[in-house]
């Protein structure tokens, strides 16, 4: 019988990874397909093939159709992906690690405190010797670490015990206060920071293969710590004096935890600017879904998260074409009623508990 269970259970998770990954290419091809010109699905299987592994003839295939696969929306497409994928594992890693399906780079302050670093970045001009295009990320990833170390400081001060709910009050506090520094740096500054508010509620419009390059590496360094820490996650979803009798080291892993997410946050915002829900609402529907193993629930979000912004993305720059709506807006217009339903679908089920 325990052996018929595992069976089913991993059955269930290969049925996930099958449905995510579908989801995914699917996104990927309409998101490259989809446009002021549309490109038909099989010329860009043709032409992405072609450049891959060579050996497949691309002739009679338009010219301008190969320059805009690559050129254009291949990268966009691409970014939007490791953006989403960034902000959705990043999500699930503060859920378990709180326990609370609120906790998200958003409501910790986390993406606040990187996009202060991201906008002094931009209008100071900074370049770090030896980093180069680094700057900009690195400075994020500084402040967003800055940011979550002074919440659980703060949060220490104020309850020894640190609650999760005094934790999420905090970030939320920051949260507000480096909003309102930012939005306090635009109106002075005027129109010198004009096209940052453009950026500040997020797009990845315009944005080559540089910024791939930009995220790519941090987003691999963060993913692979979270997934290697997956086992100490699922110990710690049940509350740290469980995982503490279980031989987890509590404190260490907490850290790596919270440095890996803030590390992925201020990568992802500094390629894109900020774009919220990704992270709130993507891991809490993969749990419902297909459970809270960390195992393959991370993994998960990876694939599910990546696909929701490309089709974010897509909306964004085709629902008023030719004009485009920040991808930050799409994707509050989707998350927010949805994470509505989910609580209150959360507080029926806790009242017939009762």
């Known amino acids: 019988m325990p052996r018929l269970f595992t069976r089913k259970y991993l059955n269930n998770h290969y049925i996930a990874?099958?449905?995510a990954?579908?989801?995914?290419?699917?996104?990927?091809?309409?998101?490259?397909?989809?446009?002021?010109?549309?490109?038909?699905?099989?010329?860009i299987i043709k032409i992405i093939g072609a450049k891959l592994f060579g050996g497949i003839s691309t002739s009679g295939i338009d010219p301008m159709y190969s320059s805009i696969v690559f050129n254009i929306r291949l990268p966009r497409v691409i970014l939007a992906g490791l953006v989403g994928a960034s902000l959705a594992i990043a999500g699930a890693a503060f859920q378990g690690l709180l326990r609370n399906p609120l906790a998200d780079p958003y409501t910790l302050g986390v993406s606040s405190g990187a996009s202060l670093g991201a906008v002094l970045t931009l209008f100071l001009q900074i370049s770090l010797p030896l980093v180069g295009m680094f700057t900009l990320p690195i400075l994020s990833i500084v402040f967003s670490l800055i940011t979550i170390f002074l919440v659980l400081s703060f949060a220490k001060k104020i309850e020894r015990s640190m609650r999760v709910e005094t934790i999420i009050l905090t970030g939320i506090i920051f949260s507000s206060f480096l909003g309102a520094l930012i939005s306090l740096m635009v109106a002075l500054t005027g129109e010198e920071l004009r096209?940052?508010?453009?950026?500040?509620?997020?797009?990845?419009?315009?944005r080559g293969w540089e910024y791939i390059y930009i995220i790519l590496p941090f987003f691999i360094i963060g993913s692979a710590i979270l997934l290697f820490n997956a086992k100490e996650l699922n110990a710690m979803s049940f509350g740290e004096e469980r995982a503490?009798?279980?031989?987890?080291?509590?404190?260490?892993?907490?850290?790596?935890?919270?440095?890996?997410?803030?590390?992925?946050?201020?990568a992802a915002v500094a390629v894109s600017g900020t774009i919220g829900f990704v992270?709130?609402?993507?891991?809490?529907?993969?749990?419902?879904?297909?459970?809270?193993?960390?195992?393959?629930?991370?993994?998960?979000?990876?694939?599910?998260?990546?696909?929701?912004?490309?089709?974010?993305?897509?909306?964004?720059?085709t629902i008023i074409s030719p004009s485009e709506l920040p991808i930050g807006v799409i994707t509050s217009l989707i998350g927010a009623p949805i994470f509505a339903?989910?609580?209150?679908?959360?507080?029926?089920?806790?009242?017939?508990?009762?």
């Open 195 to 206: 096209q940052i508010i453009g950026w500040l509620l997020g797009s990845v419009s315009m």
């Open 279 to 317: 992270g709130l609402v993507i891991p809490h529907l993969s749990r419902l879904l297909w459970g809270p193993d960390h195992k393959y629930l991370l993994p998960l979000c990876i694939l599910t998260g990546s696909g929701f912004l490309i089709i974010a993305d897509l909306i964004s720059r």
């Open 341 to 354: 339903l989910i609580l209150l679908q959360r507080k029926r089920k806790e009242r017939g508990d009762e």
């Open 244 to 266: 503490h009798h279980l031989g987890v080291n509590v404190q260490k892993r907490k850290m790596i935890v919270l440095i890996s997410g803030s590390i992925l946050t201020g």
């Open 21 to 43: 990954g579908i989801f995914l290419i699917l996104s990927i091809l309409f998101g490259i397909s989809i446009g002021t010109v549309s490109v038909p699905i099989f010329t």
């Open 17 to 19: 990874f099958l449905v």
